[in-house]
């Protein structure tokens, strides 16, 4: 090889290079868990649903490069943009530096701090931590979330909505808040494509469950997933007169020696507000 074609190979090496590098430096980071939304019809239909607008609060988890941040700035609400990932920190920061309205927080979703006036959550969520995000925003009998509309994945979206929800904690979440899917986004909506299907899960606070309505519902939740076999009439008579539950039972459909199982989450909630909303004395 001679002089001048040594060289040349070596710039174009150097070229080669300095073009990675630049990949590297500007390409999302591959770990798991990031689906890019790609189609802004998903996106609209989100925020719309969100309802959001000027004076809300939303707190946006895992904005990655701010598919959903964009179109929920455009609204007027106030967006808190959390994300791990220091790349689209820096991204959504430079994105976002002119938007007064958008705050770009760089941290865990699962550790954020929460804010204490109402807000919702509009976000296409890393799949991997669905539970712990909804346990960080729905679990705290004091939490301020007031709706929230989520990207996850489909199976996920049909265990969150059961009627016979499989864990407790789930029961718990649907009794304080309506939980239904919206509609199915494909793979294509996203990049890369996940492997499944996703749902928009909407989460609506049920504003007609008082708090000690609340609390007596996860009582005879506990009960209930606790001692599945359990008489129906014994869980909900350990809180009310014997007779009293055999009434509220049938007067529920509820034949009184089902086994309290088989009674869905729904229910329990209903008979909660029976016994709570006509007693004045205690939960
Ligand atoms: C499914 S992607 C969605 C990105 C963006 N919202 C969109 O729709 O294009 C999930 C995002 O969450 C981020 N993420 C993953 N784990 C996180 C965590 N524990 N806390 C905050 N963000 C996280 C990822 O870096 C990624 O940007």
Known sequence: MSRHAR??????????????NRAARTSPPNHAGIHLLRDPAVSARMVRSSKAGPGDLVVELGAGLGALTAPLAATGARVIAV???????ARLQRRFAGHAGVRVVEGDARTVMLPHRPYAVVANIPYAISTAL????????ATAIARADLLVEWGFAKRMTA??????????????????IAGRVTPGSFTPAPSVDSAHLVIRRRTD?????????????????????RAAREVLGAHVPKKRAHRLLTSTGIDP???????????WLDLAREVVGTRTDRP
């Open 83 to 89: 994300e791990r990932d220091p790349r689209f920190v």
């Open 163 to 180: 009627t016979h929800p499989r864990d407790l904690e789930v029961a718990w979440w649907q009794a304080r808040f309506e939980l239904r």
């Open 257 to 267: 020696p089902a086994a309290a199982g088989t009674i869905p989450a729904s229910t």
């Open 209 to 229: 469950v008082s708090p000690p309505q609340a609390r007596l519902a996860r009582r005879l939740l506990q009960d209930a997933y606790r001692q599945p076999g």
């Open 7 to 20: 060289t040349h190979s070596r710039q174009n090496q150097q070229n080669r290079q300095s073009r990675q």
């Open 134 to 141: 909804l346990r960080r925003v729905l679990d705290s009998e």
